[in-house]
């Protein structure tokens, strides 16, 4: 027992810098099978150096170290494969980059159109960074309540910000100034804009959804279906429909011209819905709430299709992958968890959280992922294909 706890000490020293794993050979060298061998050596020297190289190679090893786990007679020999496959994959799918924010829980983020940029809300500031380096690029001020939802226009041009003092905000998202200030009965829990980016839909601590022209700062029309408070919005393919998830528990998906509801869905989530987003081609649409589960939905005739279950505490934030395939949530349970549609298996979950996670979504490729967490960091993500 001693020898393998020295062998995962040493492995875990050889994970802990933080940063993309270099991109492996593109074939299996021969080596790889003799490095297997060596880890049932009796030589710990053996082992280790054997262990090492393992790591080193990365992913290319992990097929052979597999069928080690399932087929090796030695079941040492499978432990010390299974511990180096787990070491690999810390390196290949872990945190990349992280964003940390000076002021408090980061509760929203918004994607650029082509995931070069984010603007994340921390405490009342607004900051947009370069995904990719990681520099923060300005900082957008105004608010003075904590800033709760993001979203960017579909030509990149503009950013919204909503907060809790009752406002949301119109920024030009080159230069970070300030277009616009339309205020809210309350404060604001969400906001996105329209396809073409002509109007804005809000949602606050009263049960109406509002539909904004954001050149006259006027609102259109209201809903007012919920019960209660409406906290999620996600904008459906096509721009004509939008979806909501509401503390009463329920999804509703309402025509964008009109303000009325079209469809409410089958199934509710306990203690309240949270967040929702809908499906790339438009067909289903994905919730999440208190109760700890992420319901898919048929966005035609609002049957519940399928219900992923894992997290340990309520799921604030949902997205769905650009291919349609995956699901990613934000746990409370401080992990963020990626989920296989076709199967409703978890087949990724994602730690480094020390609180309760807001927001994730998926950047364009969906190799990566974005998480937002109350302990004021953004995280950047690789993600298994």
């Keep these: 027992m001693r020898r393998h706890f020295l062998e995962v000490a040493f492995l875990a020293l050889a994970i802990s810098s933080e940063g993309m794993a270099v991109a492996p050979p593109p074939a299996e060298p021969p080596e790889v099978?003799?490095?297997?061998?060596?880890?049932?050596?009796?030589?710990?020297?053996?082992?280790?150096?054997?262990?090492?190289?393992?790591?080193?190679?990365?992913?290319?090893?992990?097929?052979a170290l597999r069928r080690v786990t399932s087929k090796a007679i030695d079941p040492d020999v499978r432990l010390r494969a299974a511990v180096v496959v787990s070491a690999i994959e810390e390196k290949l799918y872990g945190v990349v980059r992280r964003y940390a924010h000076p002021g408090g829980g980061v509760l929203a983020?918004?994607?650029?159109?082509?995931?070069?940029?984010?603007?994340?809300?921390?405490?009342?500031?607004?900051?947009?960074?370069?995904?990719?380096?990681?520099?923060?690029l300005f900082q957008m001020k105004g608010h003075t309540g904590a800033v709760y939802a993001m979203d960017w226009s579909r030509d990149g041009k503009r950013i919204l910000s909503g907060a809790l003092d009752g406002s949301f905000r119109l920024w030009d998202a080159e230069t970070g100034k300030p277009i616009k200030t339309i205020l809210h009965e309350n404060g604001v829990l969400n906001v996105v804009f329209t396809l073409n980016g002509k109007r804005a839909i809000s949602?606050?601590?009263?049960?109406?959804?509002?539909?904004?022209?954001?050149?006259?700062?006027?609102?259109v029309v209201t809903n007012s279906d919920h019960?209660?408070?409406?906290?999620g919005l996600s904008l459906f393919p096509g721009g004509k429909r939008v979806a909501t998830a509401g503390f009463d528990g329920t999804v509703r998906l309402l025509d964008i011209e009109t303000g009325k509801q079209v469809l409410l869905c089958k199934g509710t989530h306990a203690g309240g819905a949270w967040f929702v987003a809908a499906s790339p081609d438009g067909k289903r649409v994905a919730s999440s709430g208190q109760d700890g589960l992420v319901l898919l939905h048929d966005a035609e005739t609002g049957e519940l299709l399928k219900t992923f279950k894992g997290h340990a505490g309520g799921v604030h934030g949902v997205a769905y992958s650009s291919d349609g395939r995956r699901i990613l949530s934000a746990g409370y349970d401080h992990t963020a968890r990626v989920w296989d549609i076709a199967s409703g298996k978890e087949v990724q979950r994602l730690y480094d959280h020390e609180h309760s996670i807001a927001c994730v979504a998926f950047l364009p490729g969906d190799r990566r992922a974005i998480t937002a967490c109350m302990d004021r960091v953004v995280r950047l993500w690789r993600l298994r294909e």
């Design 203 to 219: 949602v606050g601590y009263k049960r109406e959804v509002c539909f904004w022209d954001l050149e006259t700062g006027k609102p």
């Design 227 to 231: 019960q209660t408070s409406v906290r």
């Design 109 to 136: 983020f918004a994607l650029s159109p082509d995931g070069r940029r984010m603007a994340s809300g921390g405490g009342q500031i607004v900051h947009v960074w370069d995904v990719e380096t990681g520099k923060e």
């Design 33 to 63: 099978e003799k490095w297997i061998a060596d880890l049932g050596s009796e030589d710990f020297a053996v082992r280790k150096s054997a262990m090492q190289k393992l790591v080193e190679l990365g992913e290319v090893a992990v097929p």
